[in-house]
């Protein structure tokens, strides 16, 4: 592992450096959200479990470690994010502990809000096979019997702020409830729909099929809701497997496929400080996109926000020349009465003009935030079009646009800058060159040394 803990090092500090140099500034900037730290940067993997209730995640996390570290049962047994580490002692740690640890990648978990810190804790253990990944075990999803009721905090950004981080995301189903979990399905779409290179699908207790038909309906099932969820011509694919629990009745089921499943399904775990390598890279790509296309719209929308502008104040200088004009000609013709009569009015047209001008100005501003969909259609017709990209750009907006009314109608259209072609052209360089020559020189690398574990 020491040579894929060198290449870790020498990624996230190439990384740390594309930030600070071609993204940082720009998104300082136009006031966009914050990036990982650099601390989460060069954290070690991280293996995301959610899933159903009762599903087997804190199961399959105890048959990896080979120990009861989680709580298991049919109901809902633990209401906490559990981050599963290694550590010297046996030690547990709460929220406020572990987000205010600068030596800990999970700083940024902060801002999620004391609600969630008191559903967050570590677990440390001198486990051996924790030296190498950390786990991440979440509260099982299910259909609250009260439609209004919450869990306090906003379940979905935390799911979706680890599964960002993560370097693999497993999702696990049982055949009691395969993928008709509303909670499940929503967090598929709404924190879990960009990061399908990462996400595996876990149809698990295989064992307690009580026939191959019963098995068939239910594999059909997950597969059927997945496909209404997933936005991909195919969904991923499925492992089906199962945990040997000590006492269980025997299966109807031959179980040797499905323990072949488990055991590719670990290996795909263990793999994971690799797959770190190329999720640094990725997530540093996908925030630099979403950067790329806030600070587009928004300059987009300020640009029709100044052209307005100018237009209002062509206007009152247009009715004031012409005012003042006549006014003027009436004087040349010693006409005082009418030449004093015109131009006072033109003066109190444009001064009642331009009392009214600030409003006219936060209307159409109100008007560009609440109408950013055409912006975004405008901007992007070509890639729209021809791009062969509308599924990706579509779900990419889907992500900026809730942070761009936020920004515009905390700050104004106004209040930010104009954005300039060099700073755009930086941020493209680091898109298009810099991240994927990084990614070519890695996997060079790997390919010339091939690590084992």
């Given at each position: 592992m020491a040579a894929v803990k060198d290449l870790h090092d020498e990624t996230a500090n190439s990384v740390q450096e594309l930030y600070r140099k071609s993204i940082d500034p720009l998104a300082r900037k136009f006031a966009f959200e914050k990036r990982p730290a650099d601390g989460e940067i060069s954290g070690g993997?991280?293996?995301l479990f959610v899933g159903n209730h009762s599903s087997g995640?804190?199961?399959?996390?105890?048959?990896l470690l080979g120990e009861p570290i989680q709580r298991t049962g049919m109901a809902p047994t633990d209401d906490c994010f559990t981050i599963i580490r290694h550590g010297r002692?046996?030690?547990e740690k709460d929220g406020r502990a572990i987000v205010s640890n600068p030596e800990l990648p999970f700083g940024g978990a902060s801002h999620i809000g004391p609600d969630f810190l008191s559903h967050f804790k570590m677990r440390l253990l001198p486990n051996e096979f924790l030296r190498d990944v950390t786990l991440v075990d979440t509260p099982g999803m299910i259909d609250a019997a009260d439609p209004e009721a919450t869990r306090g905090y906003d379940f979905s950004s935390v799911v979706r702020w680890f599964a960002e981080r993560a370097d693999l995301v497993l999702v696990f189903f049982d055949p009691e409830r395969p993928g008709t979990t509303a909670e499940t399905m929503t967090e598929l779409t709404e924190s879990l729909g960009r990061i399908d290179h990462k996400l595996l699908v876990v149809m698990n207790k295989m064992d307690q099929f009580r026939s191959l038909r019963d098995f068939a309906r239910c594999y059909g099932t997950l597969c059927w809701n997945l496909g209404k969820v997933i936005a991909k011509k195919d969904i991923p694919q499925i492992y089906t497997t199962f945990v040997p629990v000590k006492g269980a009745a025997e299966s109807a089921l031959a179980l040797t496929d499905f323990a072949q499943a488990r055991d590719?399904?670990?290996?795909?775990i263990k793999r994971a400080p690799v797959r770190?390598?190329?999720n640094i890279l990725t997530q540093a790509s996908m925030y630099g996109r979403r950067l790329r296309m806030y600070v587009k719209i928004i300059n987009e929308a300020r640009k029709r926000l100044v052209r307005y502008r100018s237009l209002l104040r062509s206007a009152l200088v247009a009715i004031l020349v012409a005012?003042?004009?006549a006014g003027g000609a009436f004087m040349m013709e010693e006409a005082w009465v009418p030449a004093i009569v015109i131009s006072v009015a033109a003066v109190a047209a444009v001064a009642g003009g331009y009392i009214g001008f600030k409003e006219?100005?936060?209307?159409k501003e109100k008007q560009l935030i609440g109408g950013l969909d055409p912006i975004f259609e405008q901007v992007y017709k070509r890639d729209l079009v021809v791009g062969n990209r509308e599924d990706d750009l579509i779900l990419l907006w889907k992500e900026v646009r809730p942070s761009i009314v936020w920004t515009l109608e905390n700050?104004?259209?106004l209040a930010l800058p104009r954005l300039k072609g060099s700073e755009l052209s930086r941020l493209d360089e680091a898109l298009k060159t810099q991240i994927p020559e990084l990614r070519a020189r890695l996997h060079r690398k790997l390919e010339s040394k091939p690590v084992g574990y």
């Amino acid at each position: 592992m020491a040579a894929v803990k060198d290449l870790h090092d020498e990624t996230a500090n190439s990384v740390q450096e594309l930030y600070r140099k071609s993204i940082d500034p720009l998104a300082r900037k136009f006031a966009f959200e914050k990036r990982p730290a650099d601390g989460e940067i060069s954290g070690g993997p991280l293996v995301l479990f959610v899933g159903n209730h009762s599903s087997g995640k804190s199961t399959f996390i105890n048959f990896l470690l080979g120990e009861p570290i989680q709580r298991t049962g049919m109901a809902p047994t633990d209401d906490c994010f559990t981050i599963i580490r290694h550590g010297r002692h046996r030690e547990e740690k709460d929220g406020r502990a572990i987000v205010s640890n600068p030596e800990l990648p999970f700083g940024g978990a902060s801002h999620i809000g004391p609600d969630f810190l008191s559903h967050f804790k570590m677990r440390l253990l001198p486990n051996e096979f924790l030296r190498d990944v950390t786990l991440v075990d979440t509260p099982g999803m299910i259909d609250a019997a009260d439609p209004e009721a919450t869990r306090g905090y906003d379940f979905s950004s935390v799911v979706r702020w680890f599964a960002e981080r993560a370097d693999l995301v497993l999702v696990f189903f049982d055949p009691e409830r395969p993928g008709t979990t509303a909670e499940t399905m929503t967090e598929l779409t709404e924190s879990l729909g960009r990061i399908d290179h990462k996400l595996l699908v876990v149809m698990n207790k295989m064992d307690q099929f009580r026939s191959l038909r019963d098995f068939a309906r239910c594999y059909g099932t997950l597969c059927w809701n997945l496909g209404k969820v997933i936005a991909k011509k195919d969904i991923p694919q499925i492992y089906t497997t199962f945990v040997p629990v000590k006492g269980a009745a025997e299966s109807a089921l031959a179980l040797t496929d499905f323990a072949q499943a488990r055991d590719e399904l670990v290996q795909e775990i263990k793999r994971a400080p690799v797959r770190r390598l190329d999720n640094i890279l990725t997530q540093a790509s996908m925030y630099g996109r979403r950067l790329r296309m806030y600070v587009k719209i928004i300059n987009e929308a300020r640009k029709r926000l100044v052209r307005y502008r100018s237009l209002l104040r062509s206007a009152l200088v247009a009715i004031l020349v012409a005012g003042l004009g006549a006014g003027g000609a009436f004087m040349m013709e010693e006409a005082w009465v009418p030449a004093i009569v015109i131009s006072v009015a033109a003066v109190a047209a444009v001064a009642g003009g331009y009392i009214g001008f600030k409003e006219l100005i936060r209307r159409k501003e109100k008007q560009l935030i609440g109408g950013l969909d055409p912006i975004f259609e405008q901007v992007y017709k070509r890639d729209l079009v021809v791009g062969n990209r509308e599924d990706d750009l579509i779900l990419l907006w889907k992500e900026v646009r809730p942070s761009i009314v936020w920004t515009l109608e905390n700050l104004g259209l106004l209040a930010l800058p104009r954005l300039k072609g060099s700073e755009l052209s930086r941020l493209d360089e680091a898109l298009k060159t810099q991240i994927p020559e990084l990614r070519a020189r890695l996997h060079r690398k790997l390919e010339s040394k091939p690590v084992g574990y």
